[in-house]
């Protein structure tokens, strides 16, 4: 250990070690360093890999080293996304700091962490703590907490991006307020890296009432800039009527190449269930590579997890299949290579995990996208060019969450106690609650203490208690149980897999488990196993003697496009149109594209395609707004409705990322350009799209979230929990129950609001009616479908055929469509 500097070289020793390693602090680093010590905070945003953690953390360490007397209690706050990062996490910190000769000790304190050592941390925090929100606001939920926070100088948020637009953040944004009020003099740095609105992600984080922060970019620096590659694996031959998730597999070659030329690999894919196919064909492929593959995603075992980390960074693996369980935080030096399977659907989330690779300050990084279909490939294109001009999503923090309001008040009532005036002060200087009027918030405290008029006469309602102007939890059972009820994370419910005589695998949800009956047979952990029975939410398996399987579908799986992603498409798309090809994946894909400009047109910015034909099915109606899957849905449940109101006729709905689908059995008359400008029309939107949908039973469903946020239902103790159904069943009572006695209760409200933006994404339908004011409608009649509409047609035929079914009617259809492309062609010859 090195000696204890004197005092005033703090930041002279943090030079010399630095020294020592053979490094030179990047500028970014020194400035964040004079930042903290100059009491200011700020965000520091820096790619992956460029030294984010030890520009916040050296900071402190650098002041600690300066103080002649020994430090006791907790004096830094680190905060991570990912309990699974904590470790990791606070393993460097403690490094660093130790080598440096500070004499503190940093801990973690997540859901992983046992019994005894919480007990031990509920009376003396360590100089340094390492967790998640959640467990910040466990420990806000004890009467000691003013006690526990009174030393604590500052506060670190990493990743904050992953944070900034969920109620995670805003759960973290009302703890950070409780900490100022107790703390006024309080320093809070958060950590970014990509991330396209960072002015106001740092305004969030550091509350309404804060002085103007420091934003610290890594990027300012010409040398800090990590050189990066993009670039698609181009496949031989392109199909000119391509499909969703036909192509991916078919490269496995190509990919296997690659991961051959590399020494350690992560191949990300967008869903756990891509994940074990890739797993499983790369296996069946490379036998030889048995032990240098590893599979990693959220459902597995946490203890397999690990292993899988620890091999990454000792360099055991040549390829590590995994999904966004490895996109943060987690240093694995050796990795040179990185595969992306399928669109990233946004810049950001592919830089993110480009910078997996080369993660070391300095290092160049490089990512292999493989398309898992042909129009990907415009995609990885567009994603390149949005990158190197600097169009990154935002994200967009919630506002007004009354359900975590409500958790956080019974929180602090469980802890320290509040008064109304210092808890309304505390909310409104959050980003989230700038806007809660009084009322509001006294509607809130009505809520916690009393239930509300319907729920008024159940004593498990009237959880807080008002004595003396102070709200307090006085029954010990009720704040017990919302001690593990904190947190804002929702998903189906888990069902654990174990083997019959073995240990556990991980965990799969809930409705993918139910559709299984004894002797199916289901990919999971790279393994086909065969469901032998269920028990108390617990699946026991054995490996099956067969290969025919089906794979889980997980929850989340649907990621949209992105705006700055999709923008880049149809600019590439407009080039084309023009008969420029720039990029080399645009150029492997362009036989398809000349089709579609000769059976039709392109879309693009200015330009929005509406294409019609007949079939024997119907009458089809295809747009393409390229506004993502979410957008499209609501916009196709929206003219549905709207040309029902007109015609006499129904019709079935398919979307895409890039457009969608009208199927109507009924013959419909030829609609004009004027008849589409009134289609899309604006105005009325959120009327008629809460008429066309069951809007109803759509918030009745996102209302289980909010009751279990809010605490009106209990998930249940540890090996006990409720499941799924239990859960939706006991939040429908209560959804209808208010809706009956109670309509104007403010968190059905919210629910009704929360599916607007987050299930139909009305502020992008918003945007695409807006821009369809201005765009020209390019009106197409079409003999057969053109290949931006044939996806869409599978995409219908998938969801309604068995599995045998659709690929061979899917087959018959490319035979078809090919040979009348031909015939066209051969006539114009």
Known sequence: MAAKPTPADGLAAVEQWFAAQGWQPAPFQRRAWQAFRAGRSGLIHASTGSGKTLAAWLGPVSRALEQSAATSGLRILWITPLRALAADTAGHLQASATALGLDWKVETRTGDTSASVRARQRRKLPQALVTTPESLSVLLSYRNAADSFAHLDAVIVDEWHELLGSKRGVQLQLCLAWLRALKPELVVWGLSATLGNLDE??????????????????????????????????????????????????????????????????????????????????????????????????????????????????????????????????????????????????????????????????????????????????????????????????????????????????????????????????????????????????????????????????????????????????????????????????????????????????????????????????????????????????????????????????????????????????????????????????????????????????????????????????????????????????????????????????FSLSVNDYGLELLSTARLPELTEADWRGLLNPQQLLDDLLAALNASELARRQFRDIARISGLVFQGYPGRGKTDRQLQASSGLLYDTLQRHDPEHRLLAQASREVLEEQLDIQRLRAVLERAEGQTLKLMGLERFSPLAFPLWVERQRNRISTEGWRERVQRMIVSLEQHAERKARKKR
């Open 201 to 650: 992600a740092m305004a969030v984080l550091l509350g309404e009432a804060a002085e103007p922060g420091e934003r610290i970019s890594a990027r300012a620096d010409e040398a800090d800039d990590k050189p990066l590659t993009i670039r698609g694996l181009c496949p031989a031959n392109v199909e000119r009527f391509p499909w969703a998730g036909h192509l991916g597999l078919g490269q496995l070659d190509g990919v296997l190449d690659y991961l051959q030329q590399g020494h350690t690999s992560l191949l990300f894919t967008n869903t756990r269930s891509q994940a074990e196919l890739w797993f499983e064909a790369i296996l069946r492929a490379r036998i030889d590579w048995l032990t240098q593959l590893g599979l990693h995603h959220g459902s597995i075992d946490r203890g397999l997890r690990k292993r899988i980390e620890e091999g990454l960074r000792q360099g055991d693996f040549r390829c590590v299949v995994c999904t966004s369980s490895l996109d943060l935080g987690v240093d694995f030096s050796p990795v040179d290579r990185v595969v992306q399977v399928g669109s990233p659907k946004g810049v950001a989330r592919l830089m993110q995990r480009a910078g997996r690779s080369g993660h070391q300050p300095g290092a160049a990084s490089e990512i292999l996208c493989v398309p898992s279909h042909a129009f990907e490939l415009v995609e990885i294109a567009a994603a390149r060019r949005a990158w190197a001009a600097g169009r990154v999503e935002a994200r967009r923090p919630p506002r007004l969450s009354l359900d975590v309001l409500v958790q956080h008040l019974v929180t602090l009532a469980a802890g320290p106690g509040f008064t109304a005036d210092e808890a309304y002060a505390q909310a409104r200087s959050t980003h989230a609650f700038a806007g809660l009027e009084r009322a509001l918030f006294d509607w809130c405290l009505m809520f916690i203490t009393q239930g509300g008029p319907v729920l008024e006469h159940y004593p498990q309602f009237q959880r807080v208690v008002a004595q003396d102007g102070r709200f307090s939890v006085e029954d010990t059972g009720i704040a017990r149980r919302h001690r593990l009820a904190i947190g804002t994370i929702t998903s189906d419910a888990q069902i654990q897999v174990r083997f019959m005589k073995g240990g556990s695998l991980g965990s799969i949800e809930e409705t993918f488990i139910a559709r299984l009956k004894p002797g199916d047979v289901f990919l999971f952990t790279g393994r086909a196993l065969e469901l032998v029975k269920v028990r108390d939410l617990v699946a026991y398996v054995r490996v099956a003697k067969t290969r025919r399987h089906s794979v889980p579908r997980w929850y989340g799986g649907r990621l949209p496009l992105s705006t700055e992603l999709a923008d880049s498409v149809l600019e590439i798309l407009e080039e084309v149109q023009a008969g420029e090809y720039a990029d080399p994946e645009v150029q492997a894909i362009a036989p398809v594209l000349e089709l579609q400009k000769r059976q039709s047109a392109l879309p693009g910015r200015q330009q929005l395609l509406i294409e019609h034909c007949r079939s024997r099915e119907g009458e089809h109606l295809f747009l393409y707004p390229f506004a993502g899957r979410l957008a499209h849905e609501g916009l196709a449940a929206l003219l549905a409705w709207r040309l029902g109101q007109r015609l006499p006729a129904t």
